[in-house]
């Protein structure tokens, strides 16, 4: 087993704990709801906690879920945050994802390892990965988790942010559902595959980029719609391929990857490493979601971590994470107003003010939460 850095330093625990246990930690913040669909951290957790066992999770399983999701919605990704107890909550009631299956995980190398997510709900099998990603970086400096049988794990940067906690650099992504059609096709046969990374900041403030490979998210597009304006064309295209400035013709088409040709080189690189090579499904070999709910969709993740300690000293480390920042920060701003920033900072100014003020849910989260929470009986 090996020692925790950071709050957890000096005890030894399970492999991948170290980091889930520092979160844990920070996050216990009581806040004071402002307003019936404001609510502090804690009270989020245990209301989503229960609501995952109401669909049937076992209460460790239901634990985790809840945390990555939660500390989506403390990202201010509330797209991926416990809204999500809608699409999973449906799919776990179909029977399209198992809310008691038999995760495991496979050493296939000293520092790499498979795991089997036999059809988990997608934050428990990020999860395992994770720590099992940790535990081959913590022995041999770098390590590499493939997970197959898994579905949507939620946004990459809840799992980025628990490995830099944990002293270990990172690079992340997952394979999704079929939204992107090829460099100069007319039709999807690629999914917006999200990537991220991130580098721990020994006292201060980790590096975090969490991006998908579309130009923007579908709601973007769905949101121009309902409010009766167009898009720019660089957005997405009608179903023949072309681009379009409207956006229902967008919504009826496909996403456009950022970059051009290199987006669309990143994104296959993405389900390469995700779907490919973790031997689940790739490309068009993908089910959806919303078409099949009640089909798993055996979707990929790749957890790839350094352990940075291997690297120097956490002093060193900081020294140099503090220059990186120092340099960008210094840069003078074209407006004043908008300084410029390192990627992450955004996101944790939101989840210090949250933690301070509450997390506000839609009133359609907060009702699902309830109905499904009061079905456990204690």
């Given at each position: 087993m090996a020692p925790c850095h950071g709050p957890m330093a000096g005890r030894r625990m399970g492999p991948g704990h170290c980091g889930m246990m520092a979160a844990m930690n920070t996050a216990q913040h009581e806040t004071k709801p402002?307003?019936?669909?404001?609510?502090?951290?804690?009270?989020?957790?245990?209301?989503?906690?229960?609501?995952?066992?109401?669909?049937?999770?076992?209460?460790?399983?239901?634990?985790?879920?809840?945390?990555?999701?939660?500390?989506?919605?403390?990202?201010?990704?509330?797209?991926?945050?416990?809204?999500?107890?809608?699409?999973?909550?449906?799919?776990?009631?179909?029977?399209?994802?198992?809310?008691?299956?038999?995760?495991?995980?496979?050493?296939?190398?000293?520092?790499?390892?498979?795991?089997?997510?036999?059809?988990?709900?997608?934050?428990?099998?990020?999860?395992?990965?994770?720590?099992?990603?940790?535990?081959?970086?913590?022995?041999?400096?770098?390590?590499?988790?493939?997970?197959?049988?898994?579905?949507?794990?939620?946004?990459?940067?809840?799992?980025?942010?628990?490995?830099?906690?944990?002293?270990?650099?990172?690079?992340?992504?997952?394979?999704?559902?079929?939204?992107?059609?090829?460099?100069?096709?007319?039709?999807?046969?690629?999914?917006?595959?999200?990537?991220?990374?991130?580098?721990?900041?020994?006292?201060?403030?980790?590096?975090?980029?969490?991006?998908?490979?579309?130009?923007?998210?579908?709601?973007?597009?769905?949101?121009?719609?309902?409010?009766?304006?167009?898009i720019p064309d660089t957005w997405g295209t009608d179903a023949g391929g072309r681009p379009t400035t409207d956006p229902k013709a967008a919504l009826d088409g496909f996403l456009l990857p950022v970059g051009g040709h290199k987006g669309y080189g990143l994104a296959l690189w993405v389900d390469l490493f995700a779907g490919l090579l973790s031997d689940a499904a790739f490309l068009t070999h993908v089910e959806s979601w919303t078409d099949a709910p009640e089909k798993p969709q055996n979707l990929g993740h790749f957890f790839i971590l350094i352990d940075t300690t291997r690297l120097g000293s956490p002093q060193w480390l900081a020294a140099r994470m503090q220059d990186f920042a120092n340099i960008l920060h210094d840069s003078p701003p074209v407006d004043a107003a908008k300084p410029v920033i390192v990627p992450g900072e955004i996101e944790l100014d939101r989840m210090e003010r949250q933690r301070r003020e509450g997390i506000t849910l839609d009133a359609t989260t907060l009702r699902l939460l309830r109905e499904h929470a009061a079905k456990v009986q204690d």
């Open positions: 402002s307003s019936p669909g404001t609510l502090g951290e804690a009270e989020l957790l245990a209301l989503g906690e229960r609501a995952f066992r109401g669909l049937g999770l076992p209460a460790d399983d239901a634990r985790v879920v809840a945390r990555v999701l939660v500390t989506a919605d403390l990202f201010g990704l509330s797209t991926h945050g416990l809204s999500r107890v809608e699409s999973y909550g449906e799919r776990l009631l179909l029977g399209g994802i198992k809310a008691q299956p038999k995760i495991t995980v496979e050493q296939v190398a000293p520092a790499m390892a498979r795991v089997d997510g036999d059809n988990a709900i997608g934050p428990l099998v990020g999860m395992r990965s994770l720590e099992a990603a940790m535990a081959a970086a913590k022995a041999f400096g770098i390590g590499i988790a493939l997970a197959r049988g898994s579905n949507h794990f939620g946004p990459i940067s809840p799992y980025a942010l628990l490995a830099a906690e944990a002293g270990f650099a990172s690079i992340i992504g997952s394979n999704a559902t079929t939204t992107i059609a090829p460099w100069g096709g007319s039709d999807a046969r690629l999914g917006n595959s999200p990537v991220g990374f991130g580098v721990p900041h020994p006292g201060g403030r980790p590096f975090l980029l969490d991006m998908a490979m579309s130009v923007v998210a579908r709601a973007k597009i769905r949101n121009a719609f309902k409010r009766g304006e167009q």
